[in-house]
């Protein structure tokens, strides 16, 4: 069992600060629940599932609240758009074309591929006084029957709508619905698209970065383009107009399923796990996974084999000492290089394959029975950590799509084809908690991830040998600076040590085949709740301004007061946030009582109020005091300044307020 440390996000102490409690919301218990780490690691477990549950009560909304619809080609979003304007809604369309277009009144086209297509979109929408209330998304919509739109559209459109929003900084409440299907395993019938589904990772981020914006996720089973039925869409505007804090949401027939997550209790155990001595255990992930934590475990206990796939210019083992004399330990490839004589050291037998990851021929012949024998187990981390993908919505790149989600993609189906006629104990794929939870920063990590969860899920239900795959809660296996600083924003939980992270991997075996498990040290409902349950009252929504102001704690610096217009303003904004009536302008955030949604209230505020680009990971990283982030932000103002006109620049210092 573990012991009790201090939590950094919250350094006074045992005082209670600050932050008043809403007022409850509909929900379908009222048992309490704590943030606490839970001591005994049986208890860290966790089985997805989906329960019935019944629409909460409707709510009245205006008649003339503006709809904008992205419309699917199986017809769905067209009769959806019909039954809003009965309803007496404003609706706009979007379909998708070549390039934006206006064919009528209230209907365009766009390239769902183009960014600029959405931004002109929006500015239109803007100049006519149609900025939407409510957005319903359908572009998750496709059957099989209709060609697919493929290479992520779903995430991609979807993220390019959000950046747009972002950019014309629109900070009224909005509603999203991403309406889907073939992205949620319900009942095991459905057939399921990874790809698509990497959305609903997207969908959880965008309200923890935008707490105006409340997103959630509708699914459906839809065969082919005439399956749809009034049924649907008398769901669908229920659900729109009904006054409900269910994020995810399944429509499986005539009846509604939210998904819940159910504890399981895994006791330590020794005997009857498939881990063989010497046994051979392939690691297609690399030696820079997490893989490399679970291979130090089966080199020091079981003497095992350990297959490790890595590129072409991975230097031959005569070649090692020349390489480490001739580069730093800071070098990728010398710290690869130092894990492969660790576990050499450890008594393990280490082979390095090198081959692409994402070609099929490649890594046939190299995993072939000629040339490495039986395999026994398979143990695959991507590699890809939170710390090096964090970046805010806006932040996300196109090459970074390219880059991560269809690569990822191509490795996992090369992964299942090599397997196919394999005769193994096990395949355990690591995934992350974060496509569960979100997290702020974590957009493209909670998507690739989705992607994880998704192909297991299809590769389960498609194939006769079964997949295990871990949700692993936040992990601290390198405790370098920037995981501590990252991991103050990510809310109450203790990251999870190299030791139980093994011992969590061997508890997983006795839960048996093909399984999704989520681990979390905290209670994942109460977790799932202090992330997502929402405040469905829009008269109450106020962008997170605290109502009640407390004192400034005593802190290890004096306070220092503002000293110019633009340290005044930044100030006002975390008093506003944090609830305190002074914040000096050295005052840390963290301890002033900051945590995770604090932040994303806090970085909202900033982003709203000043018309520059924020980078989110240098902001949390270096400038979480007020004189950091004005020294940032007139930076980032100067150089806007320096692009603009005259007349441009004294409109940007007006809507400013002569910000010096």
């Known amino acids: 069992q573990r012991q009790r440390l201090p939590l950094p996000t919250y350094p006074f102490e045992r005082q209670r600060y600050w932050i008043d409690a809403k007022s409850p919301l509909p929900s379908s218990t009222d048992n309490s629940v704590t ?61 998708v074309g070549e390039k934006f277009t206006k064919l009528s009144e209230g209907i365009y086209t766009i390239n769902p591929y183009n960014y600029e297509d959405y931004d002109t979109l929006l500015t239109e929408l803007i100049a006519l006084n149609e900025t939407p209330q409510n957005i319903a998304y359908l572009w998750s919509i496709s059957s099989l029957d209709t060609p697919k739109l493929g290479d992520f559209l779903e995430f991609k459109s979807l993220l390019f709508l959000i950046q747009t929003l972002d950019k014309q900084k629109i900070t009224e409440r909005l509603q999203i619905w991403v309406v889907s299907n073939q992205i949620q395993e319900v009942n095991g019938n459905e057939t399921l698209d990874p790809e698509k589904a990497t959305v609903l990772g997207l969908c959880k981020v965008i309200p923890q970065e935008y707490p105006n914006i409340i997103c959630r996720n509708i699914d459906f089973v839809l065969k082919d383009s005439r399956d749809f039925n009034s049924n649907i869409l008398d769901q669908l505007l229920s659900e729109f107009s009904a006054l409900s804090s269910d994020t995810v949401v399944a429509y499986r027939h005539n009846y509604r399923w939210v998904q819940v997550f159910e504890p399981v209790h895994l006791s330590a155990v020794e005997e009857n796990t498939p881990l063989r001595k010497h046994g051979v255990y392939l690691f297609p992930g690399g030696l820079d996974s997490f893989g490399v934590v679970i291979a130090k475990y089966l080199a020091k206990t079981l003497q095992a084999k350990l297959i490790f796939i890595d590129d072409s210019t991975f230097p031959e083992k005569d070649e090692y000492l020349q390489w480490l004399e001739t580069h730093t330990q800071e070098d990728e490839v010398s710290g690869k290089i130092s894990k492969l004589q660790a576990l050499e050291e450890l008594g393990a037998k280490v082979l390095v394959v090198r081959a692409d990851p994402t070609n099929s021929e490649q890594m046939y012949h190299s ?6 024998g039986q395999i026994h187990g398979v143990i695959y981390s991507t590699g890809i950590t939170r710390e090096n993908v964090f970046c805010s919505i806006p932040e996300i790149g196109k090459t970074d799509l390219e880059q991560l989600l269809d690569a990822q993609l191509r490795k996992y189906v090369v992964l299942e084809q090599v397997l196919q006629n394999r005769k193994l104990d096990f395949c355990i794929i690591f995934s992350s908690l974060s496509s569960i939870l979100g997290g702020f920063g974590l957009g493209l990590y909670s998507g690739i991830n989705q992607l994880t969860d998704s192909f297991t899920q299809r590769h389960n239900q498609t194939n006769s040998f079964p997949w295990i795959s871990i949700n692993w809660d936040k992990l601290q296996l390198n405790a370098i600076q920037e995981q501590k600083t990252l991991g103050q924003t990510s809310g109450v939980e203790l990251a999870i040590t190299e030791t139980e992270s093994v011992e969590v991997f061997k508890r997983v075996f006795s839960i048996g085949e093909g399984t999704q498990v989520v681990v979390s040290t905290i209670d994942l409902k109460a977790r799932w709740e202090h992330t997502f349950k929402l405040d469905l009252d829009p008269k109450s929504f106020n962008q997170g301004v605290c109502s009640s102001r407390y004192s400034r704690p005593n802190l290890s610096n004096s306070y220092i007061a503002p000293t ?92 400013q307020g002569g910000v010096d």
């Open 35 to 95: 943030l606490e780490t839970k001591q005994n690691i049986a208890d860290w477990f966790y089985i997805p599932s989906w329960k019935r549950s019944l629409l909460p009560q409707s709510c009245r909304k205006s008649a003339d609240e503006k709809w904008l619809l992205f419309i699917d080609e199986c017809g769905l979003g067209c009769e959806l758009a019909n039954r809003l304007k009965k309803q007496g809604k404003n609706v706009t369309t979007v379909k």
């Open 367 to 372: 995993l072939s029975p000629e040339n490495i």
């Open 564 to 655: 110019n217009e633009l340290e005044k303003q930044i100030t006002e904004i975390w008093q506003e946030v944090l609830g305190i009536a002074q914040v000096g302008i050295y005052d840390n955030f963290y301890e002033l009582g900051g945590d995770s949604l604090i932040a994303t209230q806090l970085v909202s505020r900033l982003r709203a109020k000043f018309p520059v680009e924020l980078p989110l990971r240098e902001l949390l990283l270096q400038a979480m005091i007020p004189i950091k982030q004005a020294e940032m932000i007139e930076q980032l103002l100067m150089e806007k300044i320096e692009e603009l006109s005259e007349e441009e620049v004294e409109i940007l210092l007006a809507n």
